[in-house]
């Protein structure tokens, strides 16, 4: 076991290492001045520029300046962003936040809607709700998430007027980003009527969340009632049968654990998809989270900001999906002759 | 077994999941928390928290009349000036001194970065003015020591000194008579700032502090804001006028119109700034939103580089003028929404002359004019088109390219210019353009306010002046109309001004648009104002 920890260790580490010389090389690849690019502050005269220089060690080779540039993330000195002037390691640390509460809210929601439907398909399979079931997530599945969402504010705010279409919470409450998750900053805060903030803002989440997760949960679908007609075929199940087991033994005995093995995998990929597209919704909802941060930047082409954005988000994944690939060794253990780590 | 206990499963399954998209769906927008306060949806991010420094009117928007008041202002219906800060006032025979009595009991606000200790008196108006005035004020050099508005009229060059005569009592010298002087001391730009609050942050050293942590007498104080996002201010309880304002005021950054509107019709915000002219009909279609029309305070032009041969030519800019169709461009560009500029004044200024000379479409003389003038068949010219939608211009691209279409009909070739705002001002500033679509929004009604920063020669360094064109006798004619406080005898000298402008045309005059404001019916006491930014002392909301 702790073999593969460290091996998961070090290729995390790797990653990151790799991700972070990749984001270091973009101050240099961007136009611009690199000092600038770098630290975000717009140098004013000689003097200063020689200060910031020796600071940030622009002095020295390039392998110093690398090794600086890791200390300054470890430390928490990102910079500066270009257009508003502000440490991007709090900009970073409002919006990060944001885009991981909307995915982890569209990812339990692909979990608790889209399994269960799954492994119903999965049993039934070839019957008339398989069909329909089938039908309905390949559909699902196949709109594009900007139409997707721009259909559901078409629909649900515009026409309907039953939701509303940006932020995260009426403006009108003014909650410190403690956490940066709205729910629990508002349990957090003092002087609200916290019951009417928390309606208010999951009236905020429900069509994002919608938008994100009906295309996780379509695919959630597939991939689960795929993998029960798998193993429903494999011999373990006739010979259970054959032993007399009822259906519902069959089911939860066997079937679903040997069915979620090969699925949990799979979900690690469907988060970087979560991701990106949580990214996109975010812009069609005003949801203050990294991707619209991040198209802000490329709009304003603020170099500091793409820089340490990109990094973050990408730091993100890789987490993710290691820890869920690390999950998936220790829950399965027949995966115990793939002694490398793998993303 | 199997198939009962799943379908139980599913039918729980859904019949949750429904609850919850329910439960959070439906809108509470009847509690009475809503109606506490208004979200204005802006449309840009304010450059400052101090109108001085800036002529934007989304600065402007966001900070003239919530922060701050005036020494005067305008009356929205009449334009008349009307007191504020100022109860009363008095001028000298000779139009060259004023002497301004102060409301007594004006309190600043009190906010967590300043709590004040005293009430306005006369040194905060010194000090206001005395910072764009006078280059030794401590504070003229913080944040940048520009201060486009004034400096475009030359106002500083023909105050001679403020000062206060007792705590309640200001006097102000002129060097000339000046009968728009009054009118300049009501703009959005001439706001009053605290002394006080100056003195602290001077001994704290950080004096730049006072244009991003404002403190004024207006009728909201700030609270924060995050740019991109939102700027958050409250009541200002002891306002010194007697209002019925709402508890919080709002400022949702939203630069994408469409957006706006979708926002306004879903009750995300009360009120939008700039609906686009294509928008208007759908606002109008609906019972719960309003639309607030009035005549606008601005002119939208085609100016040539006038320091630029062949366009420094009088005679070409005439061709030019006369090969393009304005009412055509009226329509395509504006809907209709406003009404064709034969001078620089609009109806809505007292100085409005209706029988102006004005050119027309004529293609064949434009290209008689043209071949007269020496210019060369295929000639190759640039025009400038804005970035950004303006009221006096809500489509400078389409413009360009449909007067792009009527230049190649008399055989001149032009190419559309365009670059990111900023990039965009510098640029002209520097002159680079042979022609340029733009536009003026005044900051008052009085005419001065329109000739002398577009068209005067002190107005080429300041950057309002895109013609880059100077005359003598124009500055000549400006500067006796306001030395006269006879309105008949100024408008007749802005007659024999509109006159000259023909003759020379540096610049050809396109449309005065009408001002729009979209704002939901909950919203009492909301008015347009033609002259500058908008006003939301007084508005609250009613169920």
């Not at chain 1, 460290?6 to 001045?33: E, K």
């Not at chain 1, 039934?124 to 259909?151: E, G």
């Not at chain 1, 399965?332 to 993303?343: A, F, H, M, N, V």
């Not at chain 2, 499963?9 to 429904?18: D, P």
Request: charged content about 20%.
């Amino acid at each position: 076991m702790i073999r593969i920890l460290s091996r998961y260790g070090i290729l995390f580490v790797l990653t990151l290492l790799v991700l972070s010389a990749m984001s270091f090389s973009l101050a240099y690849l961007f136009p611009g001045d690199v000092l600038e690019n770098l630290t975000g502050i717009t140098v004013e005269n000689e003097l200063q520029r020689a200060a910031l220089m020796r600071e940030y060690k622009l002095d020295r080779n390039v392998i110093i300046q690398f090794y600086h540039y890791l200390e300054s993330l470890m430390t928490g000195d990102w910079g500066y962003s270009f257009s508003s002037g502000l440490s991007l390691r709090d900009e970073i640390g409002v919006a990060l936040p944001a885009t991981i509460e909307l995915s982890a809210y569209a990812m339990l929601m692909a979990l608790f809607i889209g399994i269960p439907l799954g492994y119903y398909a999965g049993i039934r399979c070839y019957s008339n709700s398989d069909h329909a079931i089938n039908t309905m997530s390949i559909i699902t599945y196949s709109f594009p998430v900007f139409w997707f969402a721009l259909v559901l504010i078409l629909i649900f705010s515009l026409q309907m007027d039953v939701s509303p279409l940006s932020g995260r919470i009426s403006l009108l409450y003014d909650i410190q980003p403690t956490t940066g998750f709205i729910l629990i900053d508002i349990l957090l805060a003092n002087d609200i009527d916290r019951s009417l903030a928390f309606k208010d803002a999951m009236s905020h989440l429900a069509l994002p969340t919608f938008a994100i997760g009906a295309i996780t949960t379509a695919s959630m679908v597939r991939l689960t009632r795929r993998s029960v007609i798998d193993v429903k075929h494999k011999d373990y199940i006739a010979a259970a049968r054959s032993r007399g087991l009822s259906g519902w033994q069959i089911f939860t005995r066997h079937v679903m654990r040997n069915a979620l093995l090969s699925i949990l995998p799979l979900v690690a990929i469907q988060i970087t998809t979560l991701v990106t597209n949580a990214m996109i919704v975010e812009t069609l909802f005003s949801w203050p989270g990294i991707g619209n941060w991040l198209i802000q930047a490329i709009y304003q082409r603020d170099y500091p900001a793409l820089r340490v954005g990109m990094l973050a988000v990408s730091t993100l994944v890789i987490t993710l999906t290691i820890l869920i690939d690390l999950f998936n060794r220790i829950i399965d253990p027949s995966r115990e002759k793939y002694e490398r780590g793998t993303i | 077994m199997l198939k009962p206990l799943l379908t139980q499963w599913r039918t729980i399954t859904l019949a949750m999941f429904g609850l919850v998209l329910l439960s959070a769906c439906s809108k509470q927008n009847n509690q009475p928390f809503y109606q506490s306060g208004i979200i204005y949806c802006s449309e840009s991010n304010p450059v400052t928290f101090n109108p001085q420094l800036d002529t934007s009117s989304t600065t402007a928007d966001a900070t003239s009349h919530q922060l701050y008041d005036r020494l005067l202002d305008f009356d929205p219906d009449t334009g008349r000036i009307v007191p504020s800060l100022a109860s009363s006032w008095l001028v000298s025979d000779d139009g060259l001194t004023y002497a301004f009595q102060l409301e007594r009991d004006v309190a600043f606000h009190s906010t967590p970065y300043f709590t004040p200790t005293r009430t306005l008196n006369a040194d905060d108006i010194v000090f206001s003015m005395n910072r764009w005035l006078r280059a030794d004020s401590p504070y003229h050099y913080v944040s940048g020591g520009r201060y486009p508005y004034f400096e475009s009229l030359g106002l500083s060059d023909n105050i001679a000194a403020v000062e206060r005569i007792n705590g309640y009592r200001v006097e102000i010298t002129l060097k000339r008579r000046d009968s728009s002087f009054l009118a300049n001391l009501a703009t959005d730009f001439s706001v009053i700032l605290s002394e006080e609050y100056s003195e602290i942050l001077r001994d704290k050293g950080v004096p730049n502090r006072i244009d991003q942590f404002p403190i004024g007498t207006g009728p909201f104080k700030f609270e924060s804001y995050r740019k991109d996002h939102f700027i958050r201010y409250t009541r200002h309880e002891a306002y010194w006028r007697k209002l019925d304002t709402a508890q919080q005021l709002i400022f949702d950054i939203t630069p994408r119109s469409s957006l706006r509107l979708a926002k306004l019709i879903t009750g995300e915000c009360d009120a939008t700034a700039f609906p686009s002219q294509t928008e208007l009909e759908q606002i109008r279609r609906r019972d719960d939103l309003l639309l607030a029309e009035k005549p606008g305070l601005n002119i939208g032009f085609w100016a040539f580089n006038t320091q630029r041969p062949p366009f420094d030519n009088p005679d070409v800019r005439r061709a030019l003028a006369a090969a393009i169709d304005k009412n055509t461009l009226l329509e395509a560009v504006y809907f209709d929404s406003a009404t064709r500029a034969k001078t620089l004044l609009p109806a809505a200024s007292w100085a409005y002359q209706n029988d102006a000379d004005d050119t027309a479409y004529n293609p064949v003389l434009a290209r008689k004019l043209l071949a007269d003038a020496g210019i060369p068949p295929d000639f190759t010219m640039t025009i400038w088109a804005m970035p950004v939608e303006r009221a006096y211009n809500p489509n400078a691209t389409k413009m360009a390219e449909l007067i792009q279409r009527y230049l190649s009909d008399v055989g001149v070739n032009a190419t559309i210019v365009s670059y990111d705002w900023a990039t965009f001002r510098r640029h002209l500033q520097e002159g680079l353009h042979d022609s340029v679509l733009i536009g003026w929004s005044a900051d008052n009604g009085d005419p001065d306010n329109f000739y002398r920063p577009l068209l005067s020669c002190g107005a080429i360094p300041s950057g309002t002046n895109r013609a880059m064109w100077c005359n003598e006798d124009y500055d000549r004619l400006l500067d006796r109309a306001i030395e006269t406080e006879d309105i008949d005898e100024r408008r007749v000298i802005y007659q024999q001004v509109n006159r000259l402008l023909y003759e020379k045309l540096p610049l050809v005059p396109i449309a005065h648009a009408y001002r729009y404001q979209a704002f939901r019916s909950e919203l009492d006491g909301m008015a347009i104002n033609p002259y500058g930014g908008v006003r939301f002392g007084g508005v609250s909301k009613v169920q």
